[in-house]
């Protein structure tokens, strides 16, 4: 007879499975660029997600559209950080931005080119100074 045992939801997993998403942060990825709106853990997860099993879901805005969703994927190494959350909010300069792509085994993409455009976007309403463009 096969017991079936249930993962208990660890801090540190649930820290993995979120990486660098908190309240306030802008990333971007291959499906669009997305600001999360709020962390949600437990029993709120749960009931935002219509699922028994989830530990924790991101409310996030995608960019281009404003469509507010709710999900819980893990972080991958597909998943970039644009802007940090907090009072002291880092806008990355279109320099740094290059930077990690030209790093990237692989040409400039339609994705690269529309992280650089949401870069310029974020920046134009917290510093004037945070892009330059090409």
């Excluded at 669009?32 to 709120?44: A, K, P, R, S, W």
């Excluded at 507010?68 to 909010?89: F, I, M, Q, R, Y």
């Amino acid at each position: 007879m096969m017991i079936a045992t249930v993962e208990q939801p660890t801090a540190e997993r649930v820290k993995s499975e979120l990486g660098p998403r908190t309240e306030g942060v802008t990333y971007y990825n291959p499906t669009g660029t997305f600001d999360v709106l709020e962390v949600l853990q437990g029993e709120e997860a749960r009931k935002a997600l219509g699922r028994r099993g989830a530990d924790w879901a991101v409310r996030v805005r995608r960019r281009h559209t404003g469509e507010v969703t709710v999900h819980c994927l893990v972080w991958t190494t597909s998943d970039h950080v644009l802007v940090e959350s907090g009072p002291a909010t880092k806008v990355r300069t279109a320099d740094e931005i290059r930077t990690t792509l030209n790093t990237a085994p692989r040409k400039l993409t339609d994705v690269d080119c529309d992280v650089l455009n949401n870069l310029a976007e974020v920046a134009a309403y917290q510093s004037t100074e945070a892009v330059t463009t090409r």
